[in-house]
């Protein structure tokens, strides 16, 4: 046994090391006691008091925080971290900055020697505040709604730490759709944080502890440890969001499966943008031109983006040949190759329409390379991109890709709900068909770029393209999306988009109308029975006969329409509550994970090589101001000062 009073004032009975340097081994409560007695032990614990009367006194003399001044500091610091500006080395110098310019803010907080409230532990006890009055207010929001849905994922920062960004999407009060940042976490820190604690205290040997994995199991976890901490009821889970990797989605120890043993009603969804982005990338593997094509846009861009002096040369060519843009500027010039990523959203499409726009200047600056330089690349790409496959492929993918484009743009949306995710594929996979036979804006300028690219005269070849390519890829990329979109059968969503499909039956004879639907109201109240937010079978029957006429009454109203009108409008949710519930449900399923997606975009952007130390902690609540946070004039910063006041009981004066 050590005594922690006597290390501390370095005390040493009798002058032996006993209870100071080593300890005493006689196990028993008189020698406590007798420790007690000595003066050398009391002399240390009445140090001990002084010590902490004096620093009583201290805080107690301490003038008053003024609350305006404070105010100020906290706008300063919100100012620093929603421009993603690194906060605890620029806070001081910004408040010298005001100083200059006559703001006395920094001399207001400096209340004594050592209250400052500059240093770098008060900027992160106020950056913590500021964010925890933002996920308070999102926290009870989502508690209050009846209905939610998580969407999550997870990616690796600059330290290649896991992260797990999770995001909630509910009603708000008055029935809006809210689709909000809840938190990031390192997925693995607490394993390994619980597997040291272990070995430290000899419950397992350092050698033989587990392999960490980033499984289905530790996401879960992490998901269940916020919602608890959060007070978050998981029974009101109805939907969940993932990219579709078989550790979300596996069907015996996925996540989703996971969560779906506690909650049996949840629908699980695969990420509709990622799902486009599959259909896309497999449609061009399953064409080997059209493969081969993507395979030269990535040498193209390898080509000059390997090298500053072809970019330059590049770049003064598209000066030279194109005209400058009317009334003056800058000229109209394309700009460098866009780099085509099969796992990019929107990339491949972006690249190729770079590639048109920049067609002639991409083959003269080859040219030159090849000849003035002795570049034999330079001139193995020439003659790769002046073929007429790849012209005549070039014009077909900017006539397809933009509809692509656009549809995932769609899907991406915050608003999206499911409704209209099948009628906008079907209008698509329309639009791409009608292309086999029809020549697109782009590939109707063909015989112009064949002009350009002067290729060598091969009748076989235009056969070829429009036999083996045209037709093929767009058969190809129609059935890839019919196979990804064209059922949704996903138990629960099915009988929801069933139910909410007003084109189904508002053309029925009258007579048909009484019996359109029933078994599926049968199946939607046995499936969502659990949620016991509906009434009985019997009371839903009923509404389903009075909602079908009012749909049908309504003329050219659209499945989302009828959502919306029953998630905020109070006369349809008392005349029908049980089917106001069922579209609150549907409201809140997710169609796709790109807010997660954006999160990682803005943790790479904030947390980089230069902030490599930043912890878990401090990364959650940047992201959260960065995110969720509104303009500094609408932020509550009376609110968060008064939280700061609070948590070390600081006084503050409203001077």
Known sequence: ?????????????????????????????????????????????????????????????????????????????????????????????????????????????????????????????????????????????????????????????????????????????????????????????????????????????????????????????????????????????????????????????GVVKRLKDGVPCLIGIHCTAHRLNLASSQAAKCVKDVEQFESILRQLFDFFNNSNVRTAGFLAVQGILLPEKEGGGKSNTPGKLLEPSTTRWLSIGNSVERVKRAYQELIVTLQREGTERADARALGLNRLITTYKFTATMLLLCDVLPHINALSKAFQTQGSDYTVVKELVTATITTLKSMKETDGVNLARLPEFLLISKPSQNPASATHFSNNIRGSYIDALTTNLQNRFESEDVEGMSLLLSLFKPSAFQSLPVGDLPGYGNGIVTAAHGFFEATGVLGTLDEVQQEWQSLKHYIVQVAGISGTDIIQRLCTRPPLQVMYPNFSELAKILRVIPTNTADPERTFSQMKIIKTKIRNRMVGETLDAILRIVIEGPPLDEFPVRRAVQLWARKKNRRLTHC
């Not at 703001?103 to 500059?118: G, H, M, S």
Request: charged fraction near 30%; include cysteine; aromatic fraction near 6%.
């Open 1 to 253: 046994m050590f005594c922690l009073l006597c290390q501390k004032y370095k005390k040493m009975p009798f002058g032996r090391p006993k209870w100071n340097t080593a300890p005493c081994v006689r196990m028993r409560e008189g020698s406590v006691k007798e420790h007690e007695e000595w003066e050398s032990h009391k002399d240390a614990l009445h140090r001990d008091n002084e010590s902490i009367l004096l620093q009583d006194i201290r805080e107690a003399s301490n003038p008053p925080v003024s609350l305006s001044a404070m105010e100020k500091a906290f706008a300063s610091l919100y100012f620093l971290v929603q421009r993603r500006i690194a906060h605890t080395s620029n806070f001081e110098p910004l408040l010298d900055l005001l100083t200059f310019l006559g703001l006395k803010v920094k001399e207001q907080i400096r209340v004594a020697k050592n209250a400052t409230y500059t240093s770098d532990k008060t900027v992160q006890e106020m950056l913590y505040v500021m964010s925890e009055v933002l996920e308070g207010d999102t926290v009870e929001e989502l508690t209050e709604s009846d209905h939610f849905s998580l969407m999550f994922d997870e990616s690796s920062d600059c330290t290649n730490a896991e992260q797990l960004a999770l995001h909630a999407r509910y009603l708000s009060s008055d029935g809006n759709l809210q689709v909000k940042f809840l938190k990031i976490v390192d997925v693995l820190q607490p394993e390994i944080d619980a597997i040291a604690r272990a070995a430290e205290s000899g419950d397992v040997d350092a050698n033989e502890a587990g392999i960490i994995s980033l499984n289905a199991e530790v996401i879960t976890k992490r998901v269940m440890e916020y919602a608890e901490n959060a007070g978050i009821d998981m029974k009101k889970m109805r939907g969940v969001g993932t990219d579709g990797a078989s550790v979300m989605t596996g069907r015996r120890s």
